[in-house]
């Protein structure tokens, strides 16, 4: 069982920069891919970036590629997405979710653990 905790939303300006975090309780946090989604209401949750288990390859939409970075910290239980250059059609809740059946997986079914979500606003 893993437990997710993100932070770090906000209100940011079109073209600055914002840091999520998500921070894992549990055991054998390297041992999960992991993954932010984001959603809007009314619309599908949309995958935005993931990260292998262990040192982790990466993953990213084509729509935040070159903008945004997810890393982890296996010592600290910890996943983030480093925002730059956000975008207005980045605002969104983001949620941080966790795998063990898959890695880098586009599929928000394929995940097992979700967080309660950050807002984050872009002002233009």
Do not use: H
Request: glycine share 12%; aromatic share 14%; hydrophobic share 35%.
């Amino acid at each position: 069982q893993v437990q997710l905790v993100e932070s770090g939303g906000g209100l940011v300006q079109a073209g600055g920069s914002l840091k999520l975090s998500c921070a894992a309780s549990g055991r054998a946090f390297s041992s999960y891919a992991m993954g932010w989604f984001r959603q809007a209401p009314g619309k599908e949750r949309e995958f935005v970036a993931a990260i292998g288990w262990g040192a982790g390859s990466t993953y990213y939409a084509a729509s935040v590629k070159g903008r945004f970075t997810i890393a982890r910290d296996n010592a600290k239980n910890t996943v983030y997405l480093q925002m730059n250059s956000p975008k207005p059609e980045d605002t969104d809740v983001y949620y941080c979710t966790a795998s063990r059946r898959a890695s880098g997986s586009i599929f928000y079914f394929v995940y097992d653990y979700w967080g309660q979500g950050t807002q984050v606003t872009v002002s233009a």
